[in-house]
């Protein structure tokens, strides 16, 4: 709550008046499932302790003034309801001018526009999706303030629509269904083929969720995402002409054991194995957790870092270098990337008590191989975007 305080003298100062409402939608991680969800898989994505504030007050015009707390050199951002397109100067702002005109174009009209504050204590661009969280952030305000009575789960379809098509980003539903319908110590199984999801109960009993960012700026990664959703959308179409399927989450391993031959470039035969195994792996995984059979999961992540490495090709030295360290410690149960790749971050179990040590071990360590430091954030599993007061 002390985070509110601060918030509402810094909403005091920018807009010379108090705040009306304070809203929370958290990050969220991925705990197994990567590059899963366009190819029709499963995730297991959960939402984070840390996520992003707003506060908000309503005006009598068609204004909404946003400013952000984590981009203050470009102060009040300025729009009309009556002109919501994609603005390049409206920089950040876009995202959530994007979540309101998706709600528009759906018959939702918001009947004037509002002050709003918005502050994220998750890192920006490092995969821990502050975008899906900004988005569902903005859906749950507006929903809010104008009692559309939006399900949840319509305003996780809206900020994905907000996302590929107003700000033109080519993401699955996964992030956005993660931080609208995250639950308090549960993750959240997703079959992104059909999107009937399972809550499970993540019982971490002397465990923690270790995040390390890499601080590796992403650079490439929107590029390499779109030539891996090719890859495997090709080695998709030549296994259809053998079997019957739609998405290359529907096969076993057997099964793709059997029908690989028919990809015929080799590369696009890796990443379409790393498809089809993590997807099982993920399944598996979530069995595991359910049996309280934690070293299992951990292996399994670790099996899926190293799938992402060399038959997915998405890691990249920096995090390479970091689960290699992290897993060196004592008290590790298992270690990997998170989110697309390329930079960002990576997720781990570890032992409560190792926490320290891995932290203060790992860093030195880093620096020395990668030139500058990672970070670390200890997170806990929370509920979705909501009202706080
Ligand atoms: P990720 O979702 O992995 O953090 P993205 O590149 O998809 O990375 O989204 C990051 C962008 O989302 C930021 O550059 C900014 O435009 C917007 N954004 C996220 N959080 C905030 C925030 N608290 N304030 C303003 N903009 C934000
Ligand atoms: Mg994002």
């Known amino acids: 709550m002390d985070e509110i305080q601060l918030l509402k003298e810094n909403f005091i100062k920018i807009f010379n008046e ?45 204004k909404v003034c946003a400013y952000s707390m984590n ?12 002109n919501m397109v994609n603005d390049k100067k409206d920089d950040w702002a876009n995202y959530p001018k994007g979540v ?25 661009g490092s995969g821990l999706s502050s975008s899906a969280s900004l988005e569902v952030l903005t859906g749950t305000i507006i929903n809010d303030l104008f009692g559309f009575n939006v399900d949840m789960i319509d305003i996780v ?123 099982q792996r993920t399944i598996k995984a979530v069995k595991a957790l359910k049996r309280d059979n934690l070293e299992l999961f951990g292996k399994l992540m670790v099996d899926s870092h190293n799938s992402l490495r060399d038959d997915y090709e998405v890691t990249g030295i920096e995090l390479d270098t970091l689960v290699e360290l992290i897993l060196k410690n004592d008290g590790v149960i298992g270690s990997r990337m998170t989110g697309a790749g390329f930079g960002g971050c990576t997720v781990s179990i570890v032992k409560d008590e190792s926490v320290d040590e891995i932290i203060k071990n790992v860093t030195p360590a880093y620096k020395e191989k990668i030139g500058y430091e990672p970070s670390f954030y200890v997170v806990t599993i929370s509920d979705g975007a909501r009202k706080l007061q």
């Open 18 to 62: 108090d705040f009306e409402h304070v809203y929370f939608s958290p990050g969220r991680v991925n705990l197994i499932g990567e590059h899963t969800d366009y190819n029709g898989g499963h995730v297991f994505p959960c939402a984070l302790s840390i996520g992003t504030y707003a506060l908000v007050t309503e005006r009598n015009d068609r």
């Open 71 to 82: 981009f203050k050199d470009l102060g009040i951002i300025e729009f009309s309801l009556d």
């Open 100 to 124: 309101m005109k998706i709600f528009e174009d759906n018959g939702y009209k918001m009947k004037n526009g509002f002050n709003v504050l918005f502050f994220g204590n998750i890192p920006n």
């Open 157 to 279: 379809k809206m900020s994905q629509e907000a996302e590929n098509n107003f700000i033109g980003v080519n993401c699955g539903i996964m992030d956005q269904f993660a931080v609208g319908m995250g639950k308090y110590n549960n993750a959240i199984l997703l079959d992104c083929n059909t999107l009937k999801y399972e809550y499970s109960e993540i019982d971490l009993k002397g465990y923690k969720i270790l995040i390390g960012n890499t601080n590796k700026k992403r650079g490439l990664a929107d590029s390499k995402y779109n030539e891996r959703r090719s890859q495997c959308e090709t080695a998709l179409h030549e296994i259809q002409k053998i079997k019957n399927i739609n998405a290359l989450g529907e096969l076993t391993e057997e099964e793709f054991e059997e029908v690989k031959d028919v990809i015929t470039d080799p590369v696009n035969r890796k990443r379409a194995k790393h498809a089809v195994y993590e997807n």
